[in-house]
């Protein structure tokens, strides 16, 4: 009689239980979000095998017995390219993963034995994880919706720094001959809105972040559309024109005026809101990935530069009662991580530093999600490590060091210099104290890749499901 009740009972429990979960990963492009994928996706499949997750107690106790990939549900998304990156990475010489330009997915179910044994508990439980990517510039769009066209075109920091007004002077000097008031040319509408994305992706490729419209970066499957073909007046705050809000907002709908602001407000209701209606709404935990030692290794405009970028981009996760997305929908993501990636570009010895940097880049939102009672935690990690740590005695002194292979195929062992705790000051700029090569992967024969604190990322986003 017994056996018939508890089976029907645990299975139940099983259909009862929380058994799936939304994780996404995001960052702005560079900061590691395929390699973390990658990973990812790499360890839960050989957990229970090969993969080192010591930091995963559903791993370390020998309950996590695999991952198997299934059909993702929404047929709308590209699906992760896992494929294709592991055969990058198995490579001769190994390459690093294609990174993925726009929203992509990748559906995985988790065989694993519940740490509580009973006999309403099964003795084997599945978890069906859905893993998103997509590009952090993306949120950098969040703040355009609380702008009009004007308050939006004031608000662009364009004029903020040398390098950055440089790389934008040839468009700045032609925008700023265009009259507001004048009938609108849609050639030269189109001409000017690419180079305007052509300057933002120049000032992305110098290492800068704090980007407006984020779809000109990262147009996905934008590309081309008239969608895209607005930029700001940056004239607006000047006396140059009779540019008064109220005289701007009476202009006919012919007038270049009235084109950019509806092309703008288009951008904002028909591309903007749908990701965050669609998508990001439904996530239930999400990891942030930040490359700082790369803002690091670019210098201080840069750094500065990514420091803005990130609060902006932060707001996306601030629930607090007047946030802004919580005035739109009610976002569930009830658990964050934040990363500092690439760790193996520096020595062990400064992985305490990284993250104690990356907080102190973060004050400010942390604080905020903390008071918005969200559980965030911050780490560092190497989603694929690429160097070894090794020591080098240097007139009887020991000291640590890096052995990689550069990207330019050069066997090189170094000490990149050592991460400041907080926020570097100005001598440490001048002493010009960090300065590292890009590694290529490791060649490998094991099927899990190595990794630096992947498990400890792992146990925070998913951990408390796997008991
Ligand atoms: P995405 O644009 O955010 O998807 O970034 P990617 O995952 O493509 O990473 C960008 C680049 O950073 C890669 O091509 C690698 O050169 C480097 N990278 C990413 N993850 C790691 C890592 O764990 N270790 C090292 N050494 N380099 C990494």
């Given at each position: 009689m017994r056996q018939p009740l508890s089976r029907e009972l645990s299975n139940l429990l099983e259909r009862g239980r929380d058994r799936q979960l939304r994780l996404a990963v995001t960052g702005l492009s560079q900061a590691g979000k395929t390699a973390f994928l990658t990973s990812l996706v790499n360890q839960l499949r050989h957990a229970g095998v090969e993969?080192?997750?010591?930091?995963l107690p559903a791993a370390r106790e020998g309950r996590l017995l695999g991952a198997q990939r299934l059909n993702q549900p929404d047929l709308g998304v590209p699906r992760f390219p896992y494929d294709p990156g592991m055969a990058a990475l198995r490579d001769t010489p190994p390459r690093w993963p294609e990174p993925t330009r726009g929203i992509s997915e990748l559906r995985l179910q988790l065989r694993y034995r519940p740490a509580r044994s009973g006999w309403l508990t099964p003795e084997i439980a599945h978890l069906t994880l859905d893993l998103f990517d997509y590009p952090g510039e993306w949120l950098l769009d969040l703040p355009l919706l609380q702008h009009d066209f004007y308050s939006w075109s004031q608000a662009q920091a364009l004029h903020e720094g040398e390098q950055r007004r440089g790389l934008f002077s040839e468009w700045l000097a032609a925008v700023e001959q265009l009259d507001p008031a004048g009938e609108a040319d849609e050639a030269q509408l189109a001409a000017l809105a690419e180079e305007y994305a052509q300057g933002l992706r120049r000032a992305k490729k110098a290492g800068f972040s704090d980007l407006q419209p984020g779809r000109f970066l990262l147009?996905?499957?934008?590309?081309?559309?008239?969608?895209?073909?607005f930029f700001p007046l940056p004239q607006l705050d000047t006396s140059q024109h009779n540019t008064s809000r109220e005289t701007l907002e009476a202009l006919p709908a012919n007038s270049l005026y009235a084109t950019l602001a509806a092309r703008f407000r288009y951008y904002q209701q028909q591309v903007v809101k749908p990701f965050y209606r669609d998508h990001f709404r439904r996530f239930d935990r999400q990891i942030v990935l930040v490359d700082v030692l790369g803002a690091l290794n670019a210098g201080p405009e840069r750094f500065e530069d990514l420091s803005r970028a990130l609060r902006q981009l932060m707001h996306s996760f601030d629930y607090g009662q007047r946030s802004l997305l919580t005035r739109l929908f009610a976002p569930k993501i009830d658990r964050l991580a934040i990363a500092a990636t690439k760790a193996d570009h520096v020595t062990p010895d400064q992985h305490g530093h990284l993250v104690q940097l990356l907080e102190a880049l973060l004050a400010e939102p942390l604080k905020d999600l903390r008071f918005a009672n969200v559980p965030v935690k911050a780490l560092s990690l190497a989603a694929i490590r690429a160097t070894e740590a090794r020591e080098v005695t240097h007139e009887g002194k020991r000291s640590p060091a890096l052995r990689g292979t550069t990207l330019e195929n050069e066997e090189v062992l170094v000490y990149p210099g050592d991460v400041p705790a907080r926020l570097p000051a100005a001598d440490f700029w001048q002493q010009q104290g960090f300065d590292f090569p890009g590694f290529r992967p490791m060649q490998t024969t094991s099927e899990a890749l190595d990794h630096i604190r992947m498990d400890a990322a792992i146990d925070w986003l998913i951990g408390d499901k796997l008991t």
């Open positions: 993969a080192r997750l010591d930091l147009p996905g499957e934008l590309e081309g559309a008239p969608v895209l073909q």
